[in-house]
């Protein structure tokens, strides 16, 4: 088995690792745009002219071409997702959890 986690990714993955992941319907099906503008929403004004919502992801704008074209890419999180995400973070660099 690999386990690979990159950005947001690897605070899951290591969470993943140190306990299972419980499941609840509700949480990976609903979708909050809200929650997606409040955490994700800012990072592209700088970037605003380069005439894509996600050129703050590479200054190489064929990647973020690729990137946009990508049906697995851009979507926006699962309320879920972030629970879980702050779940993780909260409890992940524990002193007694990294002994």
């Known amino acids: 088995m690999f386990l690979f986690g990159h950005s947001f ?3 899951l993955a290591q969470e993943y690792i ?11 099906k609903k ?7 409040l955490t994700l929403g800012n990072h592209n004004k700088r970037f605003e002219a380069d005439g ?4 703050w ?4 704008l064929n990647v973020v071409k690729k990137y946009e ?5 851009g979507k926006v999180f699962s309320i879920g997702f972030f629970y879980y995400l702050m779940k993780g ?5 524990k002193k007694e959890r990294l002994s």
């Open 69 to 73: 074209e990508d049906p697995y890419c």
């Open 52 to 55: 894509s919502q996600f050129a």
């Open 89 to 93: 973070l909260s409890k992940l660099y």
């Open 31 to 37: 979708k909050c745009k809200i929650i997606n503008v």
């Open 18 to 28: 140190i306990c299972s992941i419980e499941k609840e319907d509700f949480c990976k």
């Open 57 to 60: 992801i590479c200054s190489d």
């Open 9 to 11: 990714g690897s605070f």
